[in-house]
């Protein structure tokens, strides 16, 4: 019997690594991102490998095409996991000063609420037929605050709460959920990232890893090791050291198009002119 896929964010970086990992003959892949282009790059190199994929062009903030799309999906192809992948960065840095309001809330509807709406779409379906895996994508940034992302890691430690919630409430209905926390994973988003990025991983290399843990069911995916070393020797360590250290993860975004726009219609009242507090 075929096995069905979902994964959001599938046009490019680790959703398409994830894609590619997963596309073999008996595999039905449903892929989402907004890109329509690259969408389908993505879907017929998953084709040539043998599955069989749906698309669909849509925003994560459309709740209610993203819901109608997963469900008539799940109709046709009952899921039997779902990784909501699909997110945004943005953040301050040294040139760009304050991560803009307009863009903060953004990042919060697609990697918080564009996650949530996901695997809520999926989850009482997956209940009521005692089976399913729901995944969500958070990040290391989730578990230890980036200095300079504070709603992208504001976001991704929601994700990581909201999962670990859903996990014990799901987990006696047959159903599992897994939160996966990576590092620094090479992808057009990781490009617009100014900043050390330790212990780098290719996407593929990622959606490798990321395969095993699933098909272990397992409830954290976080790597690399050394980071996440360095993240639970971190609650040791006395604040002054803490704040110390999380300095030296400073980091520069480089505001996408939709940033862009964002930073344009700020209004003044936010930014006060230097010299006034
Ligand atoms: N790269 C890293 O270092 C890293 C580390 C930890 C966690 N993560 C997380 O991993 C996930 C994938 O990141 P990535 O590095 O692969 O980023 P990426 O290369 O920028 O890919 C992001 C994907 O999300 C989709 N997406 C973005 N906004 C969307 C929206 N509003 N509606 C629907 N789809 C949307 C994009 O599709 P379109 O471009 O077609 O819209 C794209 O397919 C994200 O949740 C990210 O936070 C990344």
């Known amino acids: 019997m075929a096995r069905t896929i979902v994964i ?142 504070p709603s992208y890691s504001a976001g991704k430690a929601g994700l990581i709460s909201y999962g670990a919630a859903l996990r014990i409430r799901l987990r006696p209905h047959g159903v599992a959920v897994t939160v996966i926390c990576p590092g620094y994973i090479e992808s057009p988003m990781l490009q617009r990232q100014r900043s050390p990025k330790p212990f780098a991983w290719p996407a593929e290399k990622a959606a490798r890893h990321i395969r095993r843990g699933l098909d272990r069911r397992r409830r954290m995916i976080a790597f690399p090791w050394q980071l996440m070393l360095g993240i639970r020797l971190l609650p040791l360590a006395p604040p002054f050291l803490h704040d110390w250290i999380m300095a030296g993860f400073a980091a520069e975004i480089v505001p996408d198009a939709e940033g862009i726009r964002e930073r344009g219609t700020e209004p003044e009242s936010l930014h006060p002119p230097s010299g006034m507090s």
């Open 8 to 149: 959001t964010g599938a046009s490019g970086g680790i959703g398409r690594g994830l894609a590619l990992e997963y596309a073999e003959a008996g595999t039905v892949l449903a892929l989402t991102g907004r890109d329509e282009e690259r969408l389908q790059a993505v879907a017929e190199a998953c084709r040539s490998r043998g599955a069989v994929v749906q698309t669909g062009a849509l925003d994560v903030r459309d709740t209610e095409a993203l819901v109608d799309w997963l469900q008539a999906i799940d109709a046709r192809h009952p899921v039997d996991l779902a990784i909501a992948n699909a997110g945004v960065v943005s953040g301050a840095g040294p040139a760009h000063g304050s991560e803009p309001l307009a863009t903060a809330l953004r990042v919060i509807d697609v990697n918080l609420k564009g996650a949530i709406a996901t695997v809520s779409a999926l989850a009482d379906r997956m209940r009521a037929r005692r089976s399913g895996h729901l995944a969500v994508m958070s990040s290391l940034a989730g578990l230890a605050t980036q200095p300079d992302l």
